[in-house]
């Protein structure tokens, strides 16, 4: 059974940083590709971030130079750093087994985070 499990997510005053996380396990997690998706209610889905098997990452337009997305295959997890938090990247964060994807569609999510970027 495929299971992640998001965890690091708090509040955080705009200007500061996070690291998050999530655990992997019930497949072969070196050999897939991850990605990180974010929902606000009044946005929808966004998916903020992937990385690829061999690490190469990719990210939107809106958090591109800011976020930064790392695995650790020895430890079945994939991190999601963001720097410069802003108001607007407050969000439900979730990880999600697949490449990037525009339209969010993929096959296994996590519970999700939740990051709040406030003063």
């Known amino acids: 059974e495929v299971q992640l499990a998001e965890s690091g997510g708090g509040l955080v005053q705009p200007g500061g940083s996070l690291r998050i996380s999530c655990v992997a396990s019930?497949?072969?997690?070196?050999?897939?590709?991850m990605s990180w998706v974010r929902q606000d209610p009044g946005k929808g889905l966004e998916c903020v971030s992937a990385?690829?098997?061999?690490?190469?990452?990719r990210y939107a337009d809106s958090v591109k130079g800011r976020f930064t997305v790392s695995r650790d295959n020895a430890r079945n997890t994939v991190y999601l750093q963001m720097n410069n938090l802003k108001p607007e990247d407050t969000a439900v964060y979730y990880c999600?087994?697949?490449?990037?994807?525009?339209?969010?569609?993929?096959?296994?999510w996590g519970q999700g985070t939740q990051v709040i970027v406030s003063s």
């Open positions: 999600a087994t697949g490449p990037y994807s525009d339209h969010a569609d993929f096959a296994f």
């Open positions: 019930g497949f072969p997690f070196s050999d897939w590709a």
């Open positions: 990385i690829n098997t061999v690490g190469d990452a």
